[in-house]
């Protein structure tokens, strides 16, 4: 899937904005992401939003059970290389190298932000050059 990235140049970055709506969404903009296997992407984090929020990187079996322990200890503070937490009006990075094809999702875990819209996915795609008709 991936790993932090350990001083590789980036390859692109992505500018991902956290938003509450008044009817009660929360939400990442963008939330579907094509990014190339290979590739080192820089993860800009705006949190415009009035409420703290994370932003986790994961497979989806990943997301389910930090998920599942967050609701079971919502005060936990903890640290992982692929989640930053964003206060209310901050901005974080994370950098990551993203290294086989596959799906992940991306999702804020404090109890109830993933139920309220929280969450969005990124497809890890091989790389290939066009082909070329003769």
């Known amino acids: 899937m991936g790993k932090p990235n350990d001083g590789v140049p980036v390859d692109r970055i992505i500018k991902v904005n956290i938003k509450e ?55 936990m503070e903890h640290e992982y290389v692929n989640s930053v937490s964003i206060r209310s009006g901050e ?18 875990l404090i109890p109830g932000h993933r139920e309220a819209g929280m969450w969005g996915v990124i497809i890890v795609h091989d790389h290939l050059a066009p082909t070329r008709k003769n």
């Open 91 to 108: 901005v974080e990075e994370l950098v990551w190298q993203f290294s086989d094809a596959t799906n992940m999702e991306f999702a804020c």
């Open 21 to 75: 709506t008044q009817s009660g969404y929360m939400l990442f903009e963008p939330d579907a992401i094509q990014i190339a296997s290979g590739s080192v992407v820089r993860f800009i984090i705006i949190n415009s939003g009035a409420l703290d929020h994370e932003f986790m990187l994961g497979s989806f079996d990943e997301i389910a059970k930090h998920q599942q322990w967050m609701r079971k200890f919502p005060d």
